[in-house]
Structures are given as C-alpha cells and as structure tokens.
C-alpha cells in the first residue's frame, strides 16, 4: 500500500464553453477497469445525443491500467491529452469522461487538445483534490483521570484524533502515519506515565483536501 497519494475528490462535473462547443468534464473515482468502464458507460447513456464522450482513466499504485479513448475524434486529440493532465497532477484511480456538443466552429487539432486537456485541468480545480495517507488507527485504554490531559495534548499536537469511547476506561483512537508509530507510543507512555494500553488496531487512508 502507498503511504500516500492523491486522487480526485469524488464524482463532479464542470462545463466550459468554447468557441461555442460545450464541453461537460465528468470526474470519478475508480480502483478496478470494470468500475472505470461502468462510469464511462453511465456518462454516455446519459449524454447519449453528444458528438463525442471521449474518456481516460489511471488506476493502480504504480499507473499500471491506463486508457485513453477519443470517441471519434482526430486520433491523439482528446483522450491522450485527457490523460496527460492527470498524469502531470500525479492522481492515481481516476477516472474522467469529457462530452463536447459540437457548435458548429471546428477547432483544429492543436485547439482540441488545448479544448480537452484544458476541460480537465478546469475541471479537478472545481471538483476538488484529496490526498490520501496512510494511518495507523492506535487505540490508548487509560483511566478517566488521564482524558483531560491526554485529550488537551492530542488536540494541540499533529495527530488527527479518530474517537473517543467512554467505558470501563477510556479509549481514545487517534491515526498516526506509519512511520511515526513508535514516537507516538513513546510520547503516549510518557505522557500517561507508563499507564496507557497501547494497541494498532488497523491500517486506514485518512483523506484531506489537496491545495496545490
């Protein structure tokens, strides 16, 4: 599993008008082919009147399914293009469908691919980029007269808290990066004396909002 990645933020769509042609980008997640093909498949049902629904999508920690379709138009003048803005934006299982309504103005080979590429690249910026990092849920067991402090020292520290269980004793869960595991423990034991019962319960991607 990658430590981290970036992906789109989940299903959008964002229109632009050129040179009197819509052009309507559709975004989605998508971690197998069958669920990329099945998005595809959805946009053109619902667009089924469009000139073209030219598509791409990149799946995979290491890119390894990667499509581009231009649906009719030039070769090499909507999918590739498509494709390359996400590779340049390094997103990994995505997915992107780009319907254009012709009107009526041919725009040349060099303007599709500005027309295409530039309808995603406007697109994510609308819809949004998360990066995902991969977390350790740790679960810390500690009598209640431990919580206000250990809750104030999480609050104020760079470990996102996940919930709190009031039981016998209190369990906090807090996500910490792999990497960081032992510090935490370490800064855990001797924040609580030694008291807290430390477990990892399960690994888990932890999804915040991308600002380029």
Known sequence: MLEEYKTVKGYGEHE???QKSRFIAHFSRATTEEEAQTFIEKIKKKHWNANHNCSCYLI???D?????NDDGEPSGTAGVPMLEVLKKQQ????VVVVTR???GIKLGAGGLIRAYGGAVSNGL???GVVKRTLMQVVSCSIDYHWLG???NELRNSSFPLKEIDYLDEVIVRVYVPNLDVDSFNNWMTELTNGQAKINVSESVYLESD???
């Open 16 to 18: 632009l008008v050129i």
């Open 60 to 62: 995979g920690e290491q």
């Open 64 to 68: 390894l399914i990667q499509k581009a």
């Open 91 to 94: 997103l990994k299982d995505t």
């Open 101 to 103: 309504y012709f009107g």
């Open 125 to 127: 910026s609308q819809v």
């Open 149 to 151: 402090k250990v809750e």
């Open 210 to 212: 991308f600002i380029n």
